[in-house]
Each structure stands twice: as structure tokens, then as C-alpha cells.
């Protein structure tokens, strides 16, 4: 119980709306786009003023409902419209990955009223509100469906769009938006970007393994191929750090030029870690060695977020977090075959896991699931996640045979003690780890001889890839307590 009553608080912190209208500018967007095509634009303000948009003449759906006109609305605040009848100006739309493919849940969709703030590099402790800047004038999140419907719409042309989630981010400008009606988007019209000329992508370091190809999930899910650049190196969103080849697999993807050792390069100290907005770490074949287990530890309690597969549970089971809780560890290879998995959709205590519900509910409408179920090739048994694992969350677990119950994906939020230090205030976590028992590489046909990115196979995502890109944006998203559904950014009106 007091663990969801200081959840529930931490709800609230991250998610408090602006009370004043401080910090907006009463410049207009740009306006200079046809009107016959949804356009691809950061968002921008000219220099003409409010005054020039009758307001206070026109009447304003407030928040209260009242439809008065509202003198101290600025910018697209001025072009919301009362409708007769209960009715309202909206968008709707499907928000897609950057390949166009699949749609994505908790993306936030949202109208700005001032430009969107360019991204920092790099782990930091963001709440929400902090990543969702623009001061919305209307926002939503897209459901399991990637589907979304945005009411009380400023009316007009050029009318800017924002689609985000973390530091995923695309900003577009709707040609028309009709009064009074519904403005549904063609299809395949929104999408993340694919490189950083069409919006803002993370900045990922990847550290490839002998024994996986994690690198390649990324370039099956749309990114650019352009983006992938050895090590830190400014041209690329995507840096390929090369891991190791132990236990007789093949040897480490690398890129050509060669990018440098993960182990002298990246994972060496905070400092490198730090640079990154999401480290990605795929499996090397044997237990991960000449670890700097603090420094990973100190990368995610600053705000990193971590995505570790298989044999990388090196980094957890010893070390800093050995003795945070995580799980029951068993080391090894552990291969449990090909298997049927179950989507967890409770809370230990017996209540719903939204995103769970969600993840189980996207799985089934990106035909991933066969009789309800995930079918996972070349599984693996390394950690065990129960109610008494306090600090984590089961996402995945084996639903038959012998291993039945093997935890195959949890994540847990970091500092992991921001629960137990709070009293009656509300815990301050600043990023996230996960770690997978999934292998992207089992069902790929990735060829790791070739240099990163051109051995990626070009194929649709396997099931088991499906669930990780789910994953994987969910860990780009900002951090929400499990107790509760993700909300949107709240609007300023």
C-alpha cells in the first residue's frame, strides 16, 4: 500500500500542468507551406503578433466548457473554436514506426503553442513534462492500435503537429484543419523519423556481441542506414561499439572503419556511458567481462537507459546491483529451445499492469501472438522475477514445460532505492533498465560477418522481434509508474 501511495504521488509530479500562461510567446507559426499536403517542418514562429488573430472576438472552447471569448489566449490558443451541438474540431490519425510498419502505443501526439525546445545529449533526470516542451494547446497518446484522436484542434492552415515519444520526435504541419469536423490523416502520413533530417532520434550506443544482433533491430525498425557510424562520432545517431566473441561464436559484428572495443571505449566509465541517451548491449556469447560495473550503475541511476541481452546479466547479478534485488539469477547459457511465452498483465499484488495489458493488446494487433501467446526461438533461462524481487517487473515469462515461469524480459527503474528513501514524498526515479532473455539474431538471418549495418537482413520483424521494439520504445518513453497508465502532456488550457 505505500508503495502505490507514493506512486500515485510521483504521478502527479511528473504530470503538473503549467497554471499561467509564463513563457509563451505571443509570436504566430510559420505559415508559408501549401495547403495541399500534410508537410514535414520543425515548427517556427514569425514575428507577427496575436493581435493580428481577433482575439478575444472569437469565441474560445475553454477548459471550464464555457465558450466566451477569451482575451488572454496567445498564438494558436485564439484559433480553438466553439462547436454547436457538443461538437469539436479534431485530428485523428495511426502513428507508425520509422519503417512505416507497425503502429506504436504511447506515442504523444500533440498540437504546440510555441516551438518545440531542441533535445540535450545524453543521460539526465527528465520527468515528463520536461521532454513534452511546446506548451501543448491539445494532447493525446495513441492507443494499442498506434490509433489517436486529438478534440478541440486550433482551425486553420499549416497547423503544427508534434509526434514524440522520449526522444523520438517528428514535428509536422497539417495543411488544412477543417472547424467543427473530424481531420483524419492518410495512413502512413505519421511516423518517427528515420534519420535526423525528417526529426530528433535518441543517441544510442550499441555494443555488438558475437552471439546476437541487437544493432540490426534499429535498422529492421526504419532507421537509416546512414545513421550507423563507428563509435562517437557526431555524423550518426546510432554508434557501434564492437563487443566480444566468447564460447566459439562467430566474432563481433564491427563497422568498416573498425569502431572501437566496447570495453575500452564505452563501458570504461561514467563518462562514456553518460554521452548517450540509450546503450543498448547485445549478448556476446559468454559471460561479459573487464565490466566497470559501477559505471553502468551510476549511467542509469542518472537518467541512462539500458537495454542488456542474455549473458550481459553479468553486469546485474554482481557487483552494484547484485545486492539491489533484481532477480534470482542462474548463470550460463541456459537454452531452453523454442517456446510459447505469456504476457504478464498484473501487478504483484493482483492489480492491472497497464502497459502489460497494452503490450499483450499490440502484440495481437501486429499479429505477433499464435492462440494468445509469443512464440520465442532459441529461449533462455537466466533469471526468475517474483513479488519478492521488489525493484522489477516481469514483462515475459515461458507459459509451459520445465522452465515454465523463466522470466524472459523485466525492467526496473533506477535508482532503485528512490522507493525506499522518499517517506510520504514521492519517488524521484531517473531512468530505466531492461534485460532480455530474447535474441534478436535467433530469427533474423542477420549475417554478422558483414560490416554493421550491411549484414542486417531487410525482412519483417519476427514475433520476438515485435515484443522487442515494443520494448524498445517503451524504454525510450519517459518513466511512469507501473501502477499507472502513461498520461499525455498536459495541454495549457
Known amino acids: 500500500m505505500i508503495r502505490l501511495r507514493c506512486v500515485c504521488a510521483a504521478a502527479l509530479a511528473l504530470y503538473t500542468a503549467c497554471g499561467d500562461n509564463s513563457g509563451i510567446t505571443s509570436d504566430l507559426y510559420d505559415a508559408g507551406t501549401k495547403p495541399s499536403e500534410t508537410t514535414d517542418a520543425k515548427v517556427s514562429l514569425d514575428a507577427q503578433t496575436s493581435t493580428t488573430r481577433d482575439t478575444g472576438t472569437r469565441p474560445v472552447l475553454r477548459a471550464d466548457g464555457s465558450q466566451e471569448p477569451n482575451p488572454a489566449c496567445v498564438n494558436l490558443q485564439c484559433e480553438v473554436r466553439a462547436c454547436p ?25 500533440f498540437v504546440p503553442n510555441t516551438t518545440p525546445e531542441p533535445f540535450d545529449n545524453g543521460a539526465s533526470c527528465d520527468t515528463c513534462n520536461s521532454l513534452y516542451t511546446g506548451s501543448p494547446v491539445v494532447s ?7 490509433a489517436f484522436k486529438l478534440d478541440n484542434v486550433p482551425v486553420g492552415t499549416n497547423i503544427p503537429l508534434v509526434i514524440q515519444i522520449g526522444k523520438w520526435r517528428r514535428q509536422l504541419k497539417l495543411a488544412t484543419v477543417a472547424e467543427c469536423t473530424d481531420n483524419p490523416q492518410p495512413d502512413k502520413s505519421l511516423r518517427l523519423p528515420k534519420n535526423r533530417s525528417e526529426g530528433d532520434i535518441p543517441l544510442i550506443a550499441v ?16 532507421v537509416d542506414a546512414s545513421e550507423y557510424v563507428p563509435g562517437a562520432n557526431d555524423a550518426g545517431r546510432i554508434q557501434i561499439y564492437r563487443g566480444k566473441s566468447y564460447g566459439g561464436n562467430s566474432a563481433a559484428p564491427n563497422t568498416n572503419p573498425s569502431a572501437p572495443d566496447s570495453e575500452t571505449s564505452l563501458w570504461n566509465s561514467s563518462d562514456s556511458l553518460l554521452r548517450y541517451d540509450l546503450v543498448l548491449l547485445s549478448c556476446e556469447g559468454d559471460e561479459t567481462q573487464k565490466m566497470n560495473q559501477q559505471a553502468l550503475h551510476d549511467y542509469a541511476s542518472t537518467g541512462g537507459r539500458v537495454f542488456a541481452s542474455h549473458f550481459h546479466y553479468s553486469w546485474f547479478n554482481t557487483g552494484p546491483y547484485g545486492s539491489e534485488n533484481l532477480a534470482s539469477w542462474r548463470t550460463g547459457s541456459n537454452d531452453i ?4 511465452a505469456d504476457i504478464v498483465t498484473t501487478l504483484a499484488d493482483g492489480k492491472a499492469f497497464a502497459k502489460g495489458v497494452a503490450l499483450k493488446d499490440w502484440l495481437g494487433n501486429v499479429g505477433a501472438l499464435t492462440n494468445g501467446r509469443l512464440r520465442i526461438e532459441d529461449a533462455r533461462h537466466n533469471a526468475d522475477v517474483s513479488a519478492a524481487n521488489d525493484p522489477s517487473q516481469p514483462w515475459i515469462v515461458a507459459a509451459e514445460g520445465n522452465d515454465k515461469g523463466a522470466t524472459q524480459y523485466f525492467s526496473f527503474n533506477t535508482p532503485t532505492d528512490a522507493l525506499a528513501n522518499v517517506g510520504d514524498t514521492a519517488p ?23 560490416a554493421v549495418p550491411t549484414g542486417c537482413s531487410n525482412r519483417d520483424l519476427s514475433p520476438q522481434e515485435k515484443a522487442l521494439e515494443f520494448m524498445l520504445f517503451d524504454l525510450s518513453s519517459c518513466i511512469t509508474p507501473d501502477e499507472l497508465p502513461p498520461a499525455p502532456p498536459p495541454p495549457i488550457i
Not at 451541438?85 to 501526439?109: C, E, F, R
Not at 555494443?207 to 526504419?222: K, M, P, Q
Open 207 to 222: 555494443s555488438t556481441g558475437g552471439a546476437d544482433t541487437l544493432e540490426c533491430l534499429l535498422r529492421r525498425i526504419g
Open 85 to 109: 451541438g457538443g461538437g469539436t474540431t479534431s485530428v485523428s490519425g495511426i502513428v507508425y514506426d520509422p519503417a512505416g510498419k507497425n503502429p506504436l502505443y504511447n506515442v504523444a501526439v
Open 140 to 146: 493525446t497518446l495513441t492507443d494499442a492500435k498506434g
Open 428 to 450: 524521484m526515479y531517473c531512468g530505466r533498465v531492461v534485460y532480455s532473455d530474447l535474441h534478436v539474431g535467433a530469427a533474423s538471418g542477420d549475417d554478422k560477418g558483414k
Open 337 to 340: 529451445g523454442d517456446i510459447n
